[in-house]
């Protein structure tokens, strides 16, 4: 049930009245069924919410989830996203209500600061359960109304959980008098990957037929990468001479021009996407079917994150290769996931080279098996010390929508 509006709430929205701006794009069609509706406050955390909703589909397979962003945000797709991706609307009375009248949200999860009182108001009053995590005492409140006494404590009061990663914010969130059993301390949320499992009989028989030879996997290589990644693996070959490349291609359509140049530069490959058969002698496996790459990590003790060694794709999400046991090689140019492979670069779990000499030099290096178990744990560390805290939020989560359905029914 909605609390009772308070008069600065009711001047907020006179001060902040107005309806979506004519130049906003129309938003897509709502999925039927149950709903989550996730605000991701900052671009950063947006990997991290990512591999939440995936963890949280396996526990709910017919939830839908919407992802928002702040309204003036650069929207970035994630390479495996399967979920729309909007901004939000502006701070208006009005834009909040058509957001809300749309999507019909079941569930509200706000991650990090940057409240903003209408939308979260509206969706208060029309009982739709709201938490709030990694909170910061952060609100956006329309031009003009600052002056009012307690829109944030109203704002904040709207959540039934506040999560905030440290004593100070918890203090100061109760302070503004939102009621103690609401608020409580929680670290923030870690990419927790669950890669889905690889049939047994087909991980077995690739590991026959690459039988002991020692394997590392270049992915996602796009073409001004090919030179550099096949001058490291000849390089390489010169002190491990079986040593075999799995080459995954980013662009398909590239596959069959690189497979006569491969054959033109006297190395033994196999087109594995057409059927190829790997024999003892075979030197490159070539690939560019992203559905297999849970394969070829578990085979690949080394992976080479490709689409890094030259500007302008900005790197790959390393951390499914990581997951599934991989020491993580990657390129200077990794924008888009910088802050991940920052993480992994100061655990010890990931490698930059900035060459195909020292492309070649780090794969002979971490093909040794002390080294790649020891970034393999490294790397595993990483990926699994966020579980608790995910564990805990899906708890909640499913708790909350369980409550909901049971109200509806009733009523």
Same mark, same amino acid.
């Given at each position: 049930? #909605?609390?009772?509006?308070?008069?600065?709430?009711?001047?907020?929205?006179?001060?902040?009245?107005?309806?979506?701006?004519?130049? *906003?794009?129309?938003?897509?069609?709502?999925?039927?069924?149950?709903?989550?509706?996730?605000?991701?406050?900052?671009?950063?955390?947006?990997?991290?919410?990512?591999?939440?909703?995936?963890?949280?589909?396996?526990?709910?397979?017919?939830?839908?989830?919407?992802?928002?962003?702040?309204?003036?945000?650069?929207?970035?797709?994630?390479?495996?996203?399967?979920?729309?991706?909007?901004?939000?609307?502006?701070?208006?009375?009005?834009?909040?209500?058509?957001?809300?009248?749309?999507?019909?949200?079941?569930?509200?999860?706000?991650?990090?600061?940057?409240?903003?009182?209408?939308?979260?108001?509206?969706?208060?009053?029309?009982?739709?359960?709201?938490?709030?995590?990694?909170?910061?005492?952060?609100?956006?409140?329309?031009?003009?109304?600052?002056?009012?006494? *307690?829109?944030?404590?109203?704002?904040?009061?709207?959540?039934?959980?506040?999560?905030?990663?440290?004593?100070?914010?918890?203090?100061?969130?109760?302070?503004?008098?939102?009621?103690?059993?609401?608020?409580?301390?929680?670290?923030?949320?870690?990419? #927790?990957?669950?890669? #889905?499992?690889?049939?047994?009989?087909?991980?077995?028989?690739?590991?026959?037929?690459?039988?002991?030879?020692?394997?590392?996997?270049?992915?996602?290589?796009?073409?001004?990468?090919?030179?550099?990644?096949?001058?490291?693996?000849?390089?390489?070959?010169?002190?491990?001479?079986?040593?075999?490349?799995?080459?995954?291609?980013?662009?398909?359509?590239?596959?069959?021009?690189?497979?006569?140049?491969?054959?033109?530069?006297?190395? %033994?490959?196999?087109?594995?996407?057409?059927?190829?058969?790997?024999?003892?002698?075979?030197?490159?496996?070539?690939?560019?079917?992203?559905?297999?790459?849970?394969?070829?990590?578990?085979?690949?003790?080394?992976?080479?994150? #490709?689409?890094?060694?030259?500007?302008?794709?900005?790197?790959?999400?390393?951390?499914? &290769?990581?997951?599934?046991?991989?020491?993580?090689?990657?390129?200077?140019?990794?924008? %888009?996931?910088?802050?991940?492979?920052?993480?992994?670069?100061?655990?010890? &779990?990931?490698?930059?080279?900035?060459?195909?000499?020292?492309?070649?030099?780090?794969?002979?290096?971490?093909?040794?098996?002390?080294?790649?178990?020891?970034?393999?744990?490294?790397?595993?560390?990483?990926?699994?010390?966020?579980?608790?805290?995910?564990?805990?939020?899906?708890?909640?989560?499913?708790?909350?929508?369980?409550?909901?359905?049971?109200?509806?029914?009733?009523?």
């Amino acid at each position: 049930m #909605s609390k009772p509006r308070s008069l600065s709430l009711a001047a907020y929205r006179v001060l902040s009245w107005g309806v979506r701006n004519g130049t *906003d794009k129309p938003y897509i069609p709502r999925p039927e069924g149950e709903l989550i509706w996730i605000h991701i406050a900052s671009q950063d955390r947006q990997r991290v919410v990512e591999g939440f909703c995936q963890r949280l589909r396996q526990s709910r397979p017919n939830l839908s989830v919407l992802l928002t962003a702040p309204p003036q945000a650069d929207l970035i797709r994630w390479d495996a996203s399967s979920h729309p991706l909007v901004n939000l609307p502006s701070e208006q009375t009005g834009a909040a209500r058509e957001f809300l009248d749309h999507w019909r949200p079941d569930l509200g999860l706000w991650v990090g600061g940057g409240l903003m009182p209408n939308v979260i108001t509206r969706a208060e009053e029309r009982g739709l359960p709201l938490i709030l995590i990694e909170a910061e005492i952060d609100i956006h409140v329309a031009r003009g109304a600052r002056w009012l006494p *307690d829109i944030t404590r109203y704002t904040f009061d709207c959540f039934q959980t506040i999560l905030a990663t440290s004593p100070e914010t918890v203090r100061h969130i109760r302070r503004l008098g939102v009621p103690a059993s609401k608020v409580d301390t929680a670290p923030p949320l870690h990419v #927790s990957p669950n890669p #889905s499992p690889w049939p047994e009989d087909e991980l077995i028989e690739m590991t026959h037929a690459l039988s002991s030879r020692p394997v590392w996997l270049a992915t996602w290589v796009q073409d001004k990468e090919f030179i550099s990644v096949l001058s490291a693996h000849r390089q390489a070959m010169r002190m491990l001479p079986r040593l075999a490349l799995i080459l995954h291609v980013a662009d398909m359509s590239e596959t069959e021009p690189l497979h006569r140049r491969l054959l033109s530069m006297d190395l %033994r490959c196999v087109n594995w996407d057409d059927g190829g058969t790997i024999e003892d002698t075979t030197q490159v496996i070539l690939t560019s079917d992203p559905e297999n790459l849970g394969l070829w990590y578990r085979l690949s003790p080394v992976a080479f994150m #490709s689409s890094s060694l030259e500007r302008g794709s900005g790197g790959r999400d390393p951390l499914t &290769a990581t997951a599934l046991g991989s020491a993580v090689i990657h390129g200077p140019f990794v924008h %888009r996931h910088q802050q991940l492979y920052d993480q992994l670069n100061r655990a010890g &779990a990931a490698r930059l080279v900035r060459t195909a000499t020292e492309l070649g030099d780090a794969v002979v290096e971490l093909l040794a098996p002390d080294e790649a178990a020891r970034m393999a744990l490294a790397g595993w560390e990483i990926v699994s010390e966020g579980a608790p805290q995910t564990d805990h939020l899906i708890e909640i989560v499913q708790d909350s929508l369980d409550q909901r359905g049971q109200d509806h029914a009733s009523t």
